[in-house]
């Protein structure tokens, strides 16, 4: 019997009204965006790059890899490198922030 497979993109052309080239090259800068991150030696090192509107779309670019998150991947992310460093938890989000902005740049 022949297995159906999802096709995301046609989905998601469906969903947004967006042609499909339209949503498969969104689609390659993520995964772009996900290469750089995740081949990033040590530590991020982001910054705010840019408001998209009151305040909730800023993103943030890590300035080694050029790899870019918004805030709540920032915040996860800030706090999963508390946990590393084996900080008293919970760590509000300000503290794990500061702590990102103390951690040498080694690289
Ligand atoms: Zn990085």
């Keep these: ?3 159906k497979t999802y096709d995301g993109i046609k989905a998601r052309s469906s969903v ?4 499909e080239a339209e949503v498969n090259g969104l689609w390659e800068k993520v ?12 530590v991020h090192k982001f910054e705010a790059i840019e408001k998209t509107g009151g305040g909730l779309g800023v993103r943030f670019r890590c ?3 050029g790899g870019d998150v918004n805030r709540d991947s920032l915040y ?6 508390a ?4 900080q008293p938890a919970p ?3 300000a503290e794990a922030l500061l702590m990102l902005s103390r951690i040498p740049d080694n690289g």
Aim: charge should be positive; aromatic fraction near 6%.
């Design 91 to 93: 760590m509000l989000a």
């Design 1 to 3: 019997m022949a297995e």
């Design 83 to 86: 946990a590393a460093l084996c």
């Design 31 to 42: 995964r772009e965006n996900h290469a750089r991150l995740t081949k990033c030696q040590g």
């Design 63 to 65: 300035t080694k890899c």
């Design 16 to 19: 947004s009204g967006l042609p």
């Design 76 to 81: 996860w992310y800030a706090i999963g490198v």
